[in-house]
């Protein structure tokens, strides 16, 4: 399927997973361009390099290792903690709740989870704000993965092992594309989510949405 789904088919789906940052909220707001941000600043005080390396460096570290954090961790030893903190500490004033999105997750049937490269404390900010953290069982963050991100085999096969998802009858909603591939090979469900899914050919991306809240609306669900 090349282009966005009207009515897509999920009756089969017991368990719901979900993103956090750029897919429970638009990436247009770009609230991410606020821990980006934050996350040059780190890594040029870090490493001594100048902004334009450290930004650079900061890039390839998430092309090749799925986060900076992974990358800054793995080549220079870095603690996570005092990272994560300062990264995340940023204004939330581009985040809203959205009352569609909100109702379009309540009539969910099954469990749903958060699967998230963030902090927990990070999650917990971001969920509280978009008025969604009452509808999720629990969050699988990069904590909970011992720092080793999506899309990582090992981390899906943690959460899959800690929450008992059974991955044929699990969705998992995402932006990034890349971190679609494992959840597929599992036997997931998968739906990539942005203003650009629609451009997507991967064959592992089952259905691709820019409006989440529309799609899981017009979604057929199991029966209760």
Known sequence: MSGPDLAPDLRHVETWLFDLDNTLYPAECEYMALIEGRM???VERYTGLARDEAKALQKRYYTEHGTTLAGLMMHHGME??????????????????????????????????VFTNGSTGHAERVLERLALADLFE???????????PKPAMATFEKMTRRHAVAPEVAAFFEDSEKNLAPAALLGMTTILVG????????????????????????????EA
């Open 138 to 148: 629990d969050t699988f963050s990069i904590e909970t993965a011992d720092y080793l």
């Open 40 to 42: 040059t600043d780190f």
């Open 80 to 113: 996570p903690k005092a990272f994560l903190d300062e990264v995340h500490d940023v204004s939330m004033d581009r985040l809203a709740p959205d009352a569609a999105l909100r109702a379009a997750i309540l009539r969910l049937p099954g469990r749903r989870l």
């Open 195 to 222: 203003a650009d899914a629609a451009d997507s050919t991967a064959d592992f991306v089952h259905h691709r949405t820019h409006d989440l809240a529309g799609f899981l609306t017009s979604a057929r669900l199991k």
